[in-house]
């Protein structure tokens, strides 16, 4: 088996977010990053699978970013247990044509002929949740979204998808096949010692956007980043400590009357 | 026609999201002066023409095939392509279902156009329309145009407009076809069934304490547990807390989870994301505690306290039970 999963770093969910200057991506300067939420689950997945496997394998960790902070997010799989990194440098202005993007991982991929390619359902910052499925799409594989579960079988994987309210869906798909992996199907594991240590001597491969974009230009693009002037109809309760538990227990009391 | 809406059946009816895009398309025609056809299509693709010829629109569009009585990725993007090549409209409209998220980046390859997907808005620039989506977990938003002739397929975000906006009225029912083969579906696909329902019917609460991932780790839990049993409310949660399985799954409150209407809705450190709101914003009054005042549960909750519910929601259980 040989699995490629894409990882990609986004900002932390408490990161403070300000527009930067072109109003066309946020000021990184005072960003910390950290792997997509669905991503971990999905390397955890890949790593499984590749244990479950009595025939073993290979699990490729593939990521589009700067030099600056990529190569923390590759690190960071490998010690988790990946075998070796891919690394397609961009610089910015980053792309946000998920169209374009799946393009340049598919031109990244194909050669390498992988059974299986994981990714996440969608990323924190673009959350346009179309990579995987347009990837694999391009190099002609089987697709699923939102898998909750895997089980490989003898050439083929069968995926468990989460539909609305509750409902579910198993399906079996041929392999090759691209899936996108929704969180909660695993518990990531933390990389170990030993596993941060054996993690640099591991291979990551440095390959260019530039190179990898054959020319090609975006269906659509960002026009402007911006915040969304929100509607703010919440009554805000403020004050100290015992203020605020006071005013708290007066609202349930004697507005919304559930005590 | 200009404007196609791909509808989508739930349970023999449009789905709430498939009138949604409807009330889009009628939108967009009169800002643009453009015409809407509406598809009803896979199993009992009749009922949803004639629920569709209903509607304020040009034409609907009925199509029947086999191979689409049971949804299958590559069948229903590869129907969709087809359709898009025989009656060339210029928008694509659909509502951001689990459904859509699954086949519609595949029609978007298939053609060569753009998807804008999950819009919350657009407007009108120079006679095309920009697209409003929401981006680094709806903290920001950003204008997208495409960027080649149409089609562009567009999705929208669940309550961007509303169901009981659509616009009546009677529309001629067309049949059209397509060619499919069973040998271009690669996938195959079981009935789709329900989890074990679980323990708890949240639907039916009156007061909901509901834990999000700023409750931290684990060990912090029963804080919201005496606070909900101090109030003599269930306890609900974000996704978040389920992954980690802190909570249990029969707990999730949103769009793969469950739907409430309790006459209160407690957010302990839930940012309030889309998938969790869809869930909750039948609640008659929504409380919110969250250290970041920018949170979007701020834009719906009636009440919110900016602080770290740590140190609130214990001295709250205590003043509660003094009360009681
Ligand atoms: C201004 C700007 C800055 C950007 N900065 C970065 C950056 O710093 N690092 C970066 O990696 N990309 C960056 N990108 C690329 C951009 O994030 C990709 O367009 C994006 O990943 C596609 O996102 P999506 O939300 O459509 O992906 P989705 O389809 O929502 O993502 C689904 C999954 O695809 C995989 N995936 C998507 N993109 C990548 C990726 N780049 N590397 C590995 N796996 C991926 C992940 O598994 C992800 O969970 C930037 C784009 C823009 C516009
Ligand atoms: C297809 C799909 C389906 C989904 N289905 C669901 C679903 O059914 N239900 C669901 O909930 N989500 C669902 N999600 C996930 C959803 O998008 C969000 O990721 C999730 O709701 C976020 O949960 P959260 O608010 O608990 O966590 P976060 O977004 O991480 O928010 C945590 C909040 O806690 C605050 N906080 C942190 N520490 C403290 C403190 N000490 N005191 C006070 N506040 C604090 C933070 O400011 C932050 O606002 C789905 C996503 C997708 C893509």
């Known amino acids: ?40 689950y999905a390397l955890e997945e890949a790593l499984l699978i590749k244990e479950k496997s009595a025939a073993g394998g290979e699990v490729v960790v593939v990521s589009m970013g700067p030099p600056e902070r990529t190569p923390k997010v590759i690190r960071e799989a490998l010690a988790k247990g990946a075998d070796r990194g891919i690394h397609i440098h961009e610089e910015p202005p980053y792309e946000n044509d998920p169209f374009l993007i799946a393009g340049i991982f598919a031109s990244a991929l194909r050669d390498e002929q992988f059974d299986l390619l994981l990714s996440g359902l969608q990323s924190a910052d673009l959350a346009t949740g179309q990579t995987g499925v347009i990837l694999g799409e391009f190099l002609e594989m089987a697709t699923a979204t939102l898998v909750m579960a895997t089980e490989l079988q003898d050439g083929s994987i069968k995926v468990k998808r989460e539909l609305e309210s509750g409902w579910s869906q198993w399906i079996t798909l041929p392999l090759p096949a691209s899936i996108t992996i929704q969180s909660g199907l695993n518990q990531p594991r933390y990389p170990s010692l030993r596993g941060i240590m054996g993690a640099k001597k591991k291979e990551i491969k440095v390959l260019s956007k530039a190179d990898l974009i054959a020319g090609n230009t975006p269906l659509q693009s960002w026009e402007r980043l911006y915040v969304h002037k929100k509607e703010k109809r919440t009554e805000m309760i403020e004050g100290d400590l015992n203020q605020v538990v006071d005013q708290l227990v007066n609202v349930l009391r004697t507005e919304i009357k559930v005590l | 026609m200009d404007i196609l809406v791909v509808l989508e059946n739930r349970n023999g009816a449009l789905h709430r999201m498939s009138l949604e895009a409807i009330a889009a398309a009628q939108s967009l025609a009169r800002d643009l002066n453009l015409t809407v056809a509406a598809l009803a299509w896979g199993p009992q693709a009749k009922d949803l023409a004639r629920e569709a010829a209903t509607k304020r629109v040009d034409e609907v569009l009925s199509l029947e095939h086999e191979l689409l009585e049971k949804y299958s990725s590559d069948g229903y993007a590869e129907a969709i392509k087809q359709v898009i090549e025989q009656e060339a409209p210029r928008y694509v409209l659909v509502g951001h ?39 680094f977990n709806a903290k920001l938003v950003v204008d997208v145009a495409p960027q080649v002739a149409p089609p562009v397929l567009v999705s929208f975000q669940s309550a961007t407009f509303q169901a009981d906006a659509v616009e009546a009225g009677t529309a001629p029912v067309r049949d059209i076809t397509v060619a499919l083969e069973a040998e271009q579906i690669k ?34 839990i029963p804080l919201a547990g005496e606070l909900a049993e101090a109030m003599g409310a269930e306890l609900g949660s974000s996704r978040p807390v389920v992954d980690a399985g802190w909570l249990p799954s029969s707990r999730q409150v949103g769009s793969s989870g469950q739907s409430v209407a309790p006459k209160l809705y407690f957010a302990l450190g839930i940012s309030g994301a889309i998938q969790h709101v869809v869930g909750m914003k039948g609640s008659k009054n929504v409380v919110a505690i969250n250290k970041d005042p920018e949170a979007p549960i701020f834009e719906i909750a009636d009440y919110g306290v900016v602080g770290d519910l740590l140190e609130i929601v214990p001295k709250l259980t205590e003043a509660i039970k003094e009360q009681s």
């Open chain 2, 187 to 220: 996938t195959q696909s079981e009935p789709p069934f329900q989890e074990a329902a679980g323990d708890v019917d949240l639907s039916s609460a009156e007061v909901i304490v509901s834990v999000g991932r700023g409750i931290g780790k684990e060990e912090n």
């Open chain 1, 1 to 40: 088996m040989k699995i490629a999963v894409l990882v990609k770093q986004v900002p932390g969910s408490e990161s403070a977010l300000r527009v930067g200057t072109e109003e066309q991506w946020v000021d990184e300067s005072a960003l910390d990053f950290e792997m997509n939420e669905s991503d971990s």
């Open chain 2, 97 to 135: 279902t689990y459904m859509v998220r699954d086949y519609f980046p595949k029609v978007s390859a298939r053609i060569r156009k753009p998807f804008v997907g999950d819009v919350v808005a657009y407007r009108i620039e120079d006679g095309s329309p920009v697209f409003t989506r929401q981006v």
